[in-house]
């Protein structure tokens, strides 16, 4: 039963559950913003806040996170996360002052999503695959993640629209706690693989950290993934209201929000493909160039139901296809071994990103009534984020292996 267990497509559902539970629930909170904001008499700024300190704690402790999960095993990691998680989200339902809110959304349940990150288990299905599936095996963890987006976000519309916003939180708490079960059944730190890679290298985890820290690409793709955080956590948390303030049915913003993850099903997996035939830089400069298109469209083009919902459907395709090819890059060039650490650190930039996007969407819209001067700064990121792409160089790093050192003294 043991090996069954250990079976890598087993590990690999069990990888895309956390991923579709943890991204699923998270990617809903956006449709909490207008029946919230108006039953506490807040502004929008102050839900904005919180959810930009969701996103800021999910940057800061995922490195640390991951460097657990790299050490001790994700299954412990993720327990813990899922724990932590859910009591944010139920203590969003609980509490009614903004600080609380803050606290409550912003670091408890920030912190629960970092421990529970889709890129954890990502690291723990790649070292399951060999090198030239990598690619492919992260785009369908992206993907799972889009499929909970894709269940989650009518669920949750639903379940405001039968039993109001606060009993809704508190069925989203109970979901998360399914990440569980399903954290056990990924590989523990000490598989033979990991080993093997331990034995075959010099590096410790600061080591490994300093020398990514060197390589320029690293840092290229670092600032590059600001841009995706930008992007992806402003649409997720104000479009929905947007899409009100248009006039529009609050359901058109609840279909774009699944629309966005049906279509990034699809692309993250093509995504995942193309980073096996084409060089992975090509791939990022592409789709953050057609960010730039698609929301350039939606700001031109007349304010339609349709036209949301092909851009929702547009973004979809581009929304988290960056995840395989700058995890891919990360894995293609250091190697799998501290991969959840090294990716823990770019994601940190995509979450500083998030929280500019956020805040500054609320922050905004509050002063001006409008969201078009952030719709526009997401055009300019998408141009820099193309040029960034370009010169990164994803060719493996050559190390000296350990024995070759042992044995050089008796030369």
Not at 101 to 107: E, K
Not at 332 to 361: C, D, E, K, N
Request: glycine share 10%; proline share 5%.
């Amino acid at each position: 039963m043991t090996q069954l267990l250990r079976r890598p497509l087993v590990i690999i559902l069990a990888g895309c559950l956390i991923s579709t539970v943890g991204f699923g629930a998270r990617s809903t909170f956006g449709l909490f913003l207008e029946p919230m904001t108006a039953a506490r008499g807040w502004g929008r700024e102050t839900f904005a806040m919180a959810l930009a300190l969701q996103n800021l704690c999910w940057g800061l402790v995922l490195p640390f996170a991951s460097a657990l999960a790299d050490r001790y095993g994700p299954s412990r990691v993720l327990t813990v996360g899922a724990v932590v998680y859910g009591a944010g989200v139920w203590g969003m339902a609980m509490t009614s002052s903004a600080l609380g809110f803050n606290l409550l959304a912003g670091v408890l349940t920030g912190t629960g999503i970092a421990l529970t990150s889709f890129s954890i288990a990502l690291a723990a299905m790649v070292q399951v695959v060999p090198t030239h599936r990598q690619t492919l095996v992260l785009g369908l963890g992206t993907a799972a993640g889009s499929a909970g987006q894709v269940l989650f976000s009518p669920l949750s519309q639903a379940l405001i629209g039968a039993h109001g916003w606060s009993s809704a939180l508190v069925i989203l708490a109970s979901l998360v706690l399914v990440v569980v079960p399903a954290a056990w059944l990924l590989p523990p730190a000490d598989t033979p693989e990991a080993s093997a890679s331990r034995q075959a290298l010099t590096q410790t985890l600061g080591q490994a950290v300093r020398e990514a820290l060197k390589h320029r690409g690293y840092l290229l793709l670092t600032v590059g993934f600001f841009v995706c955080g930008f992007h992806v956590a402003f649409i997720t948390v104000h479009f929905p209201a947007y899409v009100k303030d248009l006039g529009l049915p609050a359901q058109v913003g609840a279909y774009a929000i699944a629309l966005i993850g049906l279509f990034n099903i699809a692309g993250s997996i093509l995504s995942g493909l193309a980073g096996q035939r084409w060089p992975m830089r090509h791939g990022l400069a592409v789709i953050y160039a057609l960010r730039a298109v698609a929301i350039t469209a939606l700001l031109l083009l007349p304010k339609t139901s349709l036209s949301m919902l092909v851009f929702a459907s547009a973004m979809g395709l581009l929304w988290l296809s960056t995840v395989p090819l700058t995890s891919g890059i990360v894995a293609r060039v250091f190697g799998p071994r501290y991969m959840a650490t090294l990716f823990g650190i770019v994601f940190l930039s995509h979450q500083l990103g998030s929280f500019s996007g956020v805040w500054l969407g609320g922050y905004l819209y509050d002063k001006i009534g409008a969201y078009d001067l952030v719709w526009w700064t997401g055009v300019g990121l998408s141009l820099l984020a193309t040029l960034i792409h370009l010169p990164i160089d994803e060719r493996p790093l050559r190390r000296e292996p350990l024995l070759a050192r042992a044995e050089a003294p008796h030369a």
